[in-house]
């Protein structure tokens, strides 16, 4: 983790770009708007390892929309509709 | 005195090799596959330890958690907790690990201790480990974890060689005290606090190199390219239709001729009369029309157990997400739908991994849509029969074109029903989410796709050998009897059963261009789609009377016309003609119900496109 993480803006995974890296500030299930209920998709993304302090990378993009994306959470990659990503917030 | 039994259970996130240790340590052949949930039952095998220890072995389905989100997953807690009926709780579980890839489980882990079942920890595929230059403390991991661990190589021969002493050692010691089970639920704050936990226990005892597997993200960068992607993909399936015509044809006709003489044989040495009629119309003309196409089903099997080895049904859900989205599916959904190219009931089985009830219901309703392997008889017949086999563009052999077109009709009337399905029947459905872990490519191995083949090609043999074989001996028989009186002059199956049910259901199916045979043929055919094949085989040989040495594809040009044949062919690409997939559907779905609407919107979809069809076809002048 290099200090240009504490000054960048937190943003949601969501909405990051192909290319993008950063390190998980916290989880806001709540934002979202995911089918799940948000105790559900906080969880499995904490049982995928999306937890704070992991590093992210988003790797790839779908065509239509730029959905789904597959982001590389320390050292696997896991596909994930960018809904879900939003409650993913990075910096 | 003799030890009781010892009880294994085999747990672990998804895909990290628990059906390949299975498979190694019990000698058996589960299906082992590169992507996330392919085992979705419980299999129990036995193997006998280096010190000579009884041992019973359960494969379970993969899953990060304890909490069972999808029937899969429940299968595994059920077992682990004991709730499962008449199960025994596992003496020892094995916590198996991907080396590669240790975070998830070892947060599982640390959740599995809570039930206080004895344990080992397996860091499995440590080759692919080694190869990238990980190395584990295993010593301080099992003294920080609390619990023994060992490496092993699943897919190498005496990679379980430490796993098998250790297993030996443990199992000499373990009490018969039943251990405290504190497992519940766990909350989000403990499960955060779990992978926290396993992630600093790894960063304690593991050193990653600093080079990720650069061979996957290169792949990866081609395959999963927004537009390329999609363009790959397309031209995987289409080289894998021109695929089964191309290769298949040299052999299928060695396999005709084959079949050919022998019935030439039986003509020429057993005496005119019902055993020679029996043998040559109804075995050789029957079971032998549906063999040939053996080749035919190995190719299709080999692509699919080639991408699926290779780690690619992950990236093609991926790719596919959103365009299953747009007909209410999600990607997730892709596998079971692309495994259902080569038969619908293990699709149907593959849908467990999907948690959303309504998600999963509708992919089982249309998974029967998708193009199975028994369908390729049928259509490989009628193409040969009646489509050219010129090459278009120079390059695209026609015949093999209009096969990729069925198949495309398949999963478009797939999407389509979907699509429907939501609209009419779910209509307050919010999409559920797609999250799947893309694992890394790893190379095909021979001897699992030899072995699956095998098994592919024996499965067909058999059903050749039994169903395939007795609806022959009842079409043979129904096309043979009652004999014609003497002195007739009309053919001699024209006064059969055959006829007669024929020629009553045929008022039905004339709208649709079918005669007779096809409706005689229709009839066994619910058992099993190739049996129709066969069918006609017989009942054209039998008509066809002492000189039926011709093909079978042969008689049907010259018997149908071009708008019968197309008619056929979108019937087939509906029908419901299986009665194992029904019965699954049954099953998976615990309903009746279910499979009644299965069966009935197949029918009227079938009969509808057939209609449709023939009537475009008879006005375009090819009545
Ligand atoms: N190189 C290597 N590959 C392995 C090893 N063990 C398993 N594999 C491969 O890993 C992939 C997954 O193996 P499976 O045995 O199907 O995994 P699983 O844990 O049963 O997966 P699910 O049933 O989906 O939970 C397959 O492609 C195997 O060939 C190993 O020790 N070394
Ligand atoms: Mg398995």
């Known amino acids: 983790m290099t200090d240009t993480h504490d000054t960048r803006r937190k943003m949601p995974l969501g909405l990051a770009q192909r290319g993008y890296t950063g390190v998980i500030q916290h989880l806001s299930a709540g934002d979202a708007g995911s089918a799940l209920s948000d105790i559900e998709l906080e969880s499995r993304l904490i049982e995928l390892g999306f937890v704070e302090g992991a590093r992210v990378e988003v790797l790839h993009e779908g065509l239509v929309g730029r959905d789904p994306i597959a982001v590389r959470v320390d050292n696997i990659t896991i596909a994930v509709r960018r809904r879900e990503a939003m409650a993913i917030i990075v910096a | ?623």
């Not at chain 2, 010190?51 to 077992?79: A, K, M, N």
């Not at chain 2, 278009?392 to 990729?404: D, E, K, P, T, Y």
């Not at chain 2, 999409?431 to 098994?455: C, H, N, Q």
């Not at chain 2, 979108?570 to 069966?599: D, H």
Request: aromatic residues 8%; glycine residues 8%; contains cysteine.
């Open chain 2, 1 to 623: 005195m003799e030890l009781p039994l010892l009880h294994l259970a085999l747990v672990g996130t998804p895909n990290s090799g628990k059906t390949s240790l299975f498979n190694a340590l019990t000698g058996s052949r589960q299906k082992v596959a590169n992507y996330p949930g392919v085992t979705v039952e419980r299999k129990e095998g036995f193997f006998v330890t280096p010190l000579g220890r009884q041992v019973s072995i359960v494969d379970l389905p993969g899953t990060y958690s304890l909490r069972g989100r999808s029937p899969d997953e429940e299968i595994t807690r059920d077992f682990v907790l004991g709730k499962a009926s008449g199960e025994a709780l596992p003496d020892l579980v094995l916590c198996v690990a991907d080396s590669t890839n240790l975070r998830l489980t070892i947060r599982l882990l640390l959740e599995l201790k809570r039930t206080g079942r004895p344990m080992i920890l397996v860091l499995n595929m440590f080759d692919i480990a080694s190869r990238r230059g990980i190395s584990v403390d295993v010593a301080r991991l099992a003294k920080e974890l609390g619990v023994p661990v060992v490496t092993s190589i699943a897919v190498r021969k005496g990679g379980t060689a430490d796993l098998l002493a250790l297993t030996d050692e443990i199992s000499a010691k373990l009490s018969a005290e039943p251990a405290e089970n504190s497992w519940r639920a766990l909350s989000v704050a403990e499960l955060r606090a779990t992978q926290r936990e396993a992630d600093r226990i790894i960063a304690d005892c593991v050193s990653l190199p600093a080079r990720p597997d650069t061979l996957t993200s290169r792949i990866d960068s081609v395959v999963l390219h927004p537009v390329g992607g999609l363009v790959v993909l397309a031209l995987i399936l289409f080289v894998m239709f021109q695929a089964v015509f191309a290769w298949a044809q040299p052999l299928m006709e060695l396999l005709n001729s084959g079949f050919d003489a022998l019935g030439d044989f039986v003509h020429a040495t057993l005496p005119a009369g019902l055993l020679q009629s029996f043998l040559q119309n109804g075995v050789i003309s029957g079971v032998g029309s549906v063999i040939v196409f053996l080749p035919q089903i190995i190719i299709i099997f080999l692509f699919i157990l080639l991408l699926e080895d290779f780690g690619y049904m992950a990236r093609a859900a991926f790719l596919m997400d959103r365009i299953m989205g747009g007909a209410g599916l999600h990607g997730r959904a892709f596998i079971p739908l692309l495994s259902s190219f080569a038969c619908a009931i293990p699709g149907i089985m593959a849908t467990r991994v999907i948690d959303n009830k309504r998600d999963r219901l509708t992919t089982i309703l249309i998974a029967p849509l998708m193009t199975c392997s028994a369908r390729i008889p049928v259509y490989t017949l009628i193409i040969s029969a009646f489509i050219p086999a010129k090459d278009v563009w120079g390059f695209i052999n026609l015949q093999g074109l209009v096969m990729f077109g069925l198949y495309a009709a398949g999963i478009t009337s797939a999407l389509v029903v979907s699509f429907l399905i939501k609209f009419f029947m779910l209509r307050d459905y919010a999409p559920a989410p797609f999250m799947l872990e893309l694992p890394d490519y790893k190379v095909p191995r021979l001897k699992s796709i030899a072995i699956g083949i095998y098994t592919r090609a024996k499965m067909f043999l058999q059903r050749a050998g039994t169903t395939i074989f007795s609806m022959m001996v009842l079409i043979w028989f129904l096309a043979s009897f009652p004999q014609p009186p003497a002195g007739a002059t009309e053919p001699a199956i024209d006064f059969s059963l055959a006829a007669i049910i024929g020629k009553a259901l045929e008022p039905l199916l004339a709208p649709v261009g079918f005669n007779w045979q096809i409706a005689v043929a229709l009839i066994p055919g619910m058992a099993a789609r190739e049996v129709a094949v066969a069918a006609l085989g017989t009942v054209y040989a039998i008509e066809g009377g002492k000189e039926a040495a011709e093909q079978i594809g042969q008689v049907l040009a010259t018997k149908w016309s071009l708008a019968t044949a197309l008619s056929m062919l979108a019937w087939y690409i509906f029908a419901p003609q299986c009665a194992s997939t029904l019965a699954v559907i049954r099953r998976e779905t615990g309903s009746w119900t279910w499979m009644a609407v299965t069966f009935t919107y197949m029918l009227v979809l079938a009969y509808a496109a057939s209609l449709l069809t023939y009537n475009v076809a008879v006005g375009l002048g090819a009545g």
